[in-house]
């Protein structure tokens, strides 16, 4: 039988996955399974028992598709990111990856806004001040309007193009540094494309929306960090090792930039002594800041409908590595679209 796994890290504690059950009927009645094992690396054994697996946090390495039974068609992921994945394993060995872009975009664009909203005004600072008692502080923590503020973002993909709308709502300036963006599509949209070290001196708000790839890790450094103005806040919504996060760290302790928004860190789960959890000047959260109704069920519509066309012999829609649609394993089963 044709059959897919399902990752258990998308079970609840209830044991019910965080996103629509009535989604899961877009598989085929009894072709699918919660995988019996819990994973933090996709096994040889998994990837000859199923032809679809459906993972969140697993990672895939060349070791996983190591087995002379290998079934896998296809790795979807749950979510956009893929630096977990041995991209070229996948296509030598004949594996389609696929990823869910587009349910991602808004839910990431909102928790980037979110992030500037809060840190402008200084949300969790008040917050612990009520709780404290400390009532009569207030004035020595003034908020900022961001009317008219400065967002500089670095990558200009889905999500930074769902997120300039929401910042021009508020009469915010944007301007976007990517090398593979086109100008005129941002111009339309109502940014300015700039040189990443131009955008780092302007802004007010830096958001990070780019995705991690070689060129990327580290990207901002010490260097980069030196050139935000000391007003400015530093979001990252991406990937954490795109930050230097120690260089980061320094940069809040002696006050080069003003704050940050943290939803992703160099090292996850993020270490409880790490420095940036006891910084008032940032605010930090796990990974999840996104995680919505809207975003999970996006997800999953997305990521079951691709499996579903595997399964089917179907071409999947949000291939990752469409070089490997020319392997032989991948013909054998791939009807003529």
């Known amino acids: 039988m044709i059959r897919a796994g399902l990752s258990r890290d998308l079970l609840a504690p209830s044991g019910t996955p965080p996103f629509d059950p009535a989604l899961l009927d877009l598989l085929p009645a009894g072709s699918y399974e919660w995988i019996p094992e819990t994973l933090t690396t996709l096994t040889p054994e998994v990837a000859a028992r199923y032809e679809a697996v459906l993972i969140n946090t697993p990672r895939v390495t060349r070791e996983s598709l190591a087995t002379p039974h290998l079934r896998l068609r296809l790795i979807a992921r749950f979510g956009v990111g893929y630096d977990q994945v041995d991209v070229p394993a996948l296509t030598e060995a004949g594996v389609i990856l696929t990823n869910t872009p587009i349910a991602i975009r808004k839910p990431v664009a909102t928790m980037a806004m979110t992030f500037i909203l809060a840190l402008a005004q200084k949300l969790l600072i008040k917050d612990r001040l009520t709780r404290a008692g400390r009532w ?3 004035l020595a923590h003034m908020g900022q309007g961001v009317t ?4 500089g973002l670095v990558g200009a993909g889905g999500v930074g193009r769902e997120l300039i709308p929401l910042a021009r709502a508020f009469s915010m300036e944007v301007r976007a540094a990517d090398p593979y963006a086109d100008a005129a599509a941002l111009a339309a949209l109502g940014a300015r494309l700039v040189p990443l070290d131009e955008l780092l001196g302007w802004a007010d708000f830096v958001v990070i929306a780019c995705p991690l790839i070689a060129e990327t890790r580290h990207l901002i450094d ?6 935000m103005r000391p007003s400015a806040y530093l979001i990252n919504v991406a990937r954490g090792p795109i930050v230097d996060e120690e260089a980061l760290i320094a940069a809040l302790r002696e006050r080069k ?4 928004g943290l939803d992703v860190f160099e090292t996850e789960p993020v ?5 940036l959890l006891a910084m008032e000047n940032t605010i930090v959260t796990p990974h999840a800041l996104c995680w919505t109704d809207e975003n999970f069920d996006g997800i999953a519509r997305d990521a079951l409908s691709d499996i579903a066309a595997a399964l089917g012999g179907r071409r999947p829609r949000f291939i990752v590595n469409p070089e490997g649609l020319d392997h032989p394993r991948v013909k054998s089963w791939l009807e003529a679209t």
Do not use: M, S, V
């Open 222 to 227: 010490a260097e980069k960090l030196a050139r």
């Open 136 to 138: 009569q502080e207030r």
């Open 271 to 275: 270490d409880p002594a790490n420095p």
């Open 257 to 260: 930039i003003a704050g940050a």
């Open 148 to 151: 008219g503020k400065r967002l």
